[in-house]
């Protein structure tokens, strides 16, 4: 066996210091993203996380003539680090893991949800021999990810992908919707369109504004897709964001172009523009159309319901256990990003000019 990779090794190899490359590994901040993904990437072609990783032991066989104890049932630990708003309760997450805990059941494991977002306090709770593999759900941090992967613990994220740690992810095809989508609203006569959503929150949201981008783009020319098409509001923004999309919508008015198609990244914000123009006395759908993205609950109880897409959110959660359950069957083969079609769903928030 060859000697171990230190990380003085790494740091002569990038030719930086020592305390870089352990901040960088660590997670806890400390150094920019680029150097990070630097070291990340540097340590990962010189085999420092497969020296490192913690296998998980094997299922221990009981000697000749010795009666086996009863085994435990084995464990899927499910990672929501976002309690506030990635919570069972919600009815967008709570609906995936409700499929990922449906399918593990069918499986015969058990599930184990975990809130933490502190690598520290993470590591605390986690006990490598009893887990089977992991399911991250929405954001979660690269340094939680990356002990994750150090460990050697198979893994599958939803709706999440981090550049820095590969592994499996299921997604909706998030850019195939938002385009067909932002093609249905020209196709009814909208040509001052805006996409609303920061595209740097989530790999989601970056996809969707690339579908809206692309649309507007095909259709209406490369001019009409520019970055002012982008309304930068966060994903899991509260009440305060109406403040927001109501000055922009006065400054918008005032300037003669106030946007006649709103097309958001998620449905909650959505649900907030619907409530900024009423509070301007835009009228929806008589003078402007707003659509969403999920179609959580709220969305069809809206006033008017909202035209959106309808993302499968139990059958990512039982993809992403199937994806889990043959990584740990052939850990060597490629990764995968599987995308699973939505649907786009009409409702009474468009209107044809």
Same mark, same amino acid.
């Given at each position: 066996?060859?000697?171990?990779?230190?990380?003085?090794?790494?740091?002569?190899? +990038?030719?930086?210091?020592?305390?870089?490359?352990?901040?960088?590994?660590?997670?806890?901040? %400390?150094?920019?993203?680029?150097?990070?993904? &630097?070291?990340?990437?540097?340590?990962?072609?010189?085999?420092?996380?497969?020296?490192?990783?913690?296998?998980?032991?094997?299922?221990?066989?009981?000697?000749?003539?010795?009666?086996? &104890?009863?085994?435990?049932?084995?464990?899927?630990?499910?990672?929501?680090?976002?309690? &506030?708003?990635?919570?069972?309760?919600?009815?967008?997450?709570?609906?995936?893991?409700?499929?990922?805990?449906?399918?593990?059941?069918?499986?015969?494991?058990?599930?184990?949800?975990?809130?933490?977002?502190?690598?520290?306090? @993470?590591?605390?709770?986690?006990?490598?021999?009893?887990?089977?593999?992991?399911?991250?759900?929405?954001?979660?941090?690269?340094?939680?990810?990356?002990? !994750?992967?150090?460990?050697?613990?198979?893994?599958?994220?939803?709706?999440?992908?981090?550049? +820095?740690?590969?592994?499996?992810?299921?997604?909706?095809?998030?850019?195939?919707?938002?385009?067909?989508?932002?093609?249905?609203?020209?196709?009814?006569?909208?040509?001052?369109?805006?996409?609303?959503?920061?595209?740097? @929150?989530?790999?989601?949201?970056?996809? &969707?504004?690339?579908? @809206?981008?692309?649309?507007?783009?095909?259709?209406?020319?490369?001019?009409?897709? %520019?970055?002012?098409?982008?309304?930068?509001?966060?994903?899991?923004?509260?009440?305060?964001?109406?403040?927001?999309?109501?000055?922009?919508?006065?400054?918008?008015?005032?300037?003669?172009?106030?946007?006649?198609?709103?097309?958001?990244?998620?449905?909650?914000?959505?649900?907030?523009?619907?409530?900024?123009?009423?509070?301007?006395?835009?009228?929806?759908?008589?003078?402007?159309?707003?659509?969403?993205?999920?179609?959580?609950?709220?969305?069809?109880?809206?006033?008017?319901?909202?035209?959106?897409?309808?993302?499968?959110?139990?059958?990512?959660?039982?993809?992403? !256990?199937?994806?889990?359950?043959?990584?740990?069957?052939?850990?060597?083969?490629?990764?995968?990003?599987?995308?699973?079609?939505?649907? !786009?769903?009409?409702?009474?928030?468009? @209107?044809?000019?």
């Amino acid at each position: 066996m060859g000697k171990k990779v230190s990380m003085q090794q790494i740091a002569d190899y +990038l030719g930086v210091s020592k305390f870089v490359v352990s901040k960088a590994l660590s997670g806890k901040g %400390g150094v920019s993203d680029q150097t990070k993904e &630097r070291v990340i990437q540097a340590a990962s072609q010189l085999g420092y996380f497969a020296q490192s990783a913690t296998a998980l032991r094997p299922a221990e066989t009981a000697p000749a003539g010795v009666k086996p &104890r009863t085994r435990q049932k084995k464990i899927v630990i499910v990672l929501m680090p976002n309690i &506030r708003f990635q919570t069972r309760e919600s009815t967008y997450w709570g609906k995936i893991v409700n499929g990922i805990s449906a399918k593990l059941e069918e499986d015969g494991l058990g599930i184990l949800i975990v809130s933490e977002h502190s690598v520290d306090h @993470f590591m605390d709770i986690l006990n490598p021999k009893g887990i089977m593999g992991l399911i991250g759900v929405g954001v979660i941090s690269s340094s939680l990810l990356l002990e !994750v992967h150090r460990m050697g613990i198979p893994m599958v994220l939803v709706d999440h992908e981090d550049a +820095l740690i590969p592994t499996d992810t299921v997604f909706v095809n998030n850019t195939d919707c938002m385009y067909r989508l932002t093609r249905y609203m020209i196709g009814l006569g909208h040509r001052r369109l805006q996409f609303v959503g920061s595209h740097q @929150f989530s790999r989601s949201f970056t996809d &969707r504004w690339i579908g @809206f981008r692309s649309a507007v783009e095909e259709e209406l020319g490369t001019a009409a897709g %520019g970055a002012e098409k982008l309304l930068s509001i966060d994903g899991l923004t509260g009440p305060a964001a109406e403040g927001e999309i109501v000055a922009w919508a006065e400054a918008a008015r005032t300037g003669g172009e106030l946007p006649t198609a709103w097309l958001c990244a998620n449905d909650m914000i959505a649900i907030h523009v619907l409530r900024a123009l009423g509070s301007l006395g835009i009228e929806v759908p008589g003078e402007a159309a707003v659509t969403g993205f999920d179609n959580i609950e709220d969305a069809y109880r809206s006033r008017p319901p909202l035209t959106t897409v309808n993302v499968p959110k139990e059958t990512l959660g039982r993809r992403a !256990v199937e994806r889990l359950l043959a990584r740990i069957a052939k850990p060597s083969d490629p990764l995968d990003k599987l995308l699973i079609n939505g649907e !786009v769903l009409y409702r009474d928030s468009t @209107f044809k000019r």
